[in-house]
């Protein structure tokens, strides 16, 4: 049953029949479009347009749909409906007849798919934000394990100074805690309601949108009718919110690659998510991180994608804004998988604690700390800088980390220089000495770790 043809003579192409269908991608909405369904016929009710009796028969009606379609959607999958508002009213009309027929008066499909999209991301935002709180809670265990162990920090990728397991772990902690307040403000925005709205101009009949909005759960009805059918700002957002956390999950991969590769030889990830190679019996390839990094792309296409359709649009509805729904669903399924699959990665990830202190031994990662010796032995930075520099080259020539040059030679280079240099060179000297707040200092990173875990545990259901 189509919703339009009384002006028309002649069928659709074929061609342009599957082109036009939104069905077969939008059929996710169904639950979200009988629920708009089910209080538009109570809003109607509310208005005096249709009886309590023929309220109640719709709702009953739609109740039993739902009922039927989580059991089994196969009459969903089936169906050459249109849309899901196509075949949602078509199921109403085979069972009540003409009184399914009554539902649609004052509404548009303009309003009612951009309420069910509402109502659809409302849950969705819930759902990735438990996930995003899952994969901070396996970084913080992460975090908890190896507070203590060393970590060559990088700068251009080149070993800068030392850092611990844990902390940087709980960078990444940050970055997606920015990533939930941004998709708890993308929810604040996106919770009103369009419905009765009609196409673009408003409804005729005594709709209380105030309270239709409530019934909902929104928290109030669209202020203007022509934005609330032409508005996909909220969809937009949640691809730049998804976008910029698959950003973060990529940035840890590219991290996590590196470290469990045999030049660094500092982790290695479980089994659970790694893949041998067909040819070579060795390999042990960290192909989930990687397609954590590539997916990312997806869903950046999909953000700049979605922009480019929407800038070109005239208000109000236009045909073009079906396109919203293959780039959402896309991209909020591909950044829920990205979540969950680097929170694998994190739980079954093994840090090798002896390889990464080697690691810390060896590149120099100590001589900021030297310079910081030499100031509080009284040298302005500057020269402390110079005089450092000139032992990492003699060291560099003859082949010895700065601990290790004798110190007869290094007083020639640094003559306030005493042996007690060499222990406060030292990786627990130097992590110990990182204590200004949000360092590096062992201390203060289990601090850190506490503080999440009791924030993350208010966040548990
Ligand atoms: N399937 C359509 C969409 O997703 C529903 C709205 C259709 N509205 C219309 N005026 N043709 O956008």
Redesign the pocket.
Do not use: P, W
């Given at each position: 049953m189509s919703l339009w043809g009384g002006r028309f003579q002649e069928g659709l192409h074929p061609a342009f029949d599957s082109f036009n269908r939104?069905l077969p991608f939008?059929r996710r909405l169904w639950p979200a479009d009988i629920e708009g369904s089910r209080a538009w016929a109570r809003a109607h009710v509310a208005a005096g347009s249709l009886s309590t009796r023929e309220g109640k028969r719709l709702e009953q009606s739609l109740a039993k749909l739902a009922k039927e379609l989580s059991k089994d959607d196969s009459s969903l999958r089936a169906s050459a409906a249109e849309?899901i508002?196509s075949y949602v009213e078509s199921r109403l009309v085979d069972d009540l007849g003409p009184l399914g027929k009554k539902l649609h008066a004052g509404r548009?499909?303009?309003d009612q798919?951009a309420t069910d999209l509402r109502l659809y991301c409302k849950q969705r935002v819930t759902e990735l934000d438990a996930t995003l709180v899952a994969l901070m809670a396996a970084l913080v265990t992460l975090a908890e394990r190896e507070a203590t162990t060393p970590l060559p920090g990088y700068t251009h990728l080149q070993r800068a100074q030392i850092l611990t397991v844990g902390h940087h772990a709980l960078a990444y902690v940050e970055m997606l805690a920015r990533d939930r307040s941004r998709l708890a403000d993308a929810a604040k925005r996106l919770d009103e309601c369009p419905l009765g709205s009609g196409a673009l101009a408003g409804t005729g009949f005594p709709i209380d949108r105030k309270a239709l909005a409530k019934d909902l759960g929104f928290r109030r009805p669209a202020r203007n009718s022509v934005d609330a059918v032409s508005d996909r700002d909220f969809v937009a957002e949640l691809l730049f919110v998804a976008g910029l956390s698959a950003a973060h999950l990529s940035r840890l991969s590219e991290d996590w690659i590196f470290y469990a590769s045999q030049e660094a030889g500092f982790l290695e990830l479980s089994d659970a998510v790694t893949t041998g190679s067909s040819l070579m019996p060795q390999k042990k390839n960290p192909d989930s991180l990687e397609l954590i990094r590539g997916k990312g792309a997806r869903i950046l296409g999909r953000l700049t994608g979605f922009l480019a359709c929407l800038r070109s649009l005239p208000l109000a509805?236009n045909?073009d804004?079906?396109e919203d729904?293959e780039a959402l669903f896309e991209s909020l399924d591909t950044w829920e998988a990205c979540l969950t699959v680097a929170r694998l990665c994190v739980e079954g990830a093994r840090f090798d604690a002896a390889r990464l202190e080697a690691a810390c031994l060896s590149g120099y990662l100590n001589a900021t700390e030297l310079a910081d010796y030499l100031v509080d032995k009284g040298l302005p930075f500057r020269e402390a800088h110079d005089q450092v520099g000139q032992l990492v080259r003699l060291g560099l020539e003859r082949g010895e980390e700065l601990a290790e040059i004798p110190l007869d030679l290094a007083r020639e280079i640094s003559p306030v220089l005493d042996k007690a240099f060499v222990k406060a060179l030292g990786i627990d000297a130097v992590l110990a000495h990182r204590r200004s707040q949000g360092g590096a200092n062992p201390r203060l990173v289990k601090r850190e770790v506490q503080r999440w875990k009791k924030e993350l545990a208010k966040e548990k259901p």
């Open positions: 939104s939008d849309d508002h548009s499909r303009n798919v509805y045909k804004l079906q729904k």
